[in-house]
T-cell receptor
Framework: ETGVTQSPTHLIKTRGQQVTLRCSSQ?????VSWYQQALGQGPQFIFQ???????GRGNFPPRFSGLQFPNYSSELNVNALELDDSALYLC?????????????FGPGTRLTVL | GENVEQHPSTLSVQEGDSAVIKCTYS??????FPWYKQELGKRPQLIID?????GEKKDQRIAVTLNKTAKHFSLHITETQPEDSAVYFC????????????FGQGTELSVKP
């Protein structure tokens, strides 16, 4: 198992609400990437944070936003939830240097929007 | 941007047989190609990866090959076991967008005892 943790495990929200998901990166890792995985699909890149700055973003609207803290943990915020936001949200941590490509995933947060 | 195609979507083999999953990518600038195994309800787990300066990499029963000219890479599992049953995802690192990984659609591997 990796040292990447996420909370909460499961979450149920209604359309229009807002949600905050949390991720703690593996020790020694300073980069966190967020992915959305719909049922039966591969993960889709949302954005990446490196040293508290956004470092790349996928095709997601601005209502998906994030933060990274000085301890390299991260939050994903989604405003104005839509039914299609129901998915498994995964974070992955990685380090800089020669092994910077390698991303280790957390267990995910299962979000259901009703 | 990068696009990754993965085939087949489902694969069923007998225990002890080999399994091969293939992926193609579109961006010649991509330089890192990981493979993840995801069991039902669990996190994607990195099983092997390869960088563009290497043509083949092996780790026990698992191997990955990369053909940069043809822009395709493959996962080979030998002597399959029932615990190999899972969904396997290939991915390519989008070099022009930092650490962004572009994933294939996944292959559901079933190993029958």
């Amino acid at each position: 198992e990796t040292g990447v943790t996420q909370s909460p495990t499961h979450l149920i929200k209604t359309r229009g609400q807002q949600v905050t998901l949390r991720c703690s990166s593996q020790s020694g890792h300073n980069t966190v990437s967020w992915y959305q995985q719909a049922l039966g699909q591969g993960p889709q890149f949302i954005f990446q944070y490196y040293r508290e700055e956004e470092n790349g973003r996928g095709n997601f609207p601005p209502r998906f936003s994030g933060l990274q803290f000085p301890n390299y943990s991260s939050e994903l915020n989604v405003n104005a939830l839509e039914l299609d936001d129901s998915a498994l949200y995964l974070c992955a941590s990685s380090s800089t240097g020669a092994a910077a490509d390698t991303q280790y995933f957390g267990p995910g947060t299962r979000l259901t929007v009703l | 941007g990068e696009n990754v195609e993965q085939h087949p979507s489902t694969l069923s083999v007998q225990e002890g047989d080999s399994a091969v999953i293939k992926c193609t990518y579109s961006d010649s600038a991509s330089n890192y190609f990981p493979w993840y195994k995801q069991e039902l309800g669990k996190r994607p787990q990195l099983i092997i990866d390869i960088r563009s300066n290497v043509g083949e990499k092996k780790d026990q029963r698992i191997a990955v090959t990369l053909n940069k000219t043809a822009k395709h890479f493959s996962l080979h599992i030998t002597e399959t076991q029932p615990e190999d049953s899972a969904v396997y995802f290939c991915a390519a690192r989008d070099y022009n967008q930092g650490g962004k990984l572009i994933f294939g659609q996944g292959t559901e591997l079933s190993v029958k005892p």
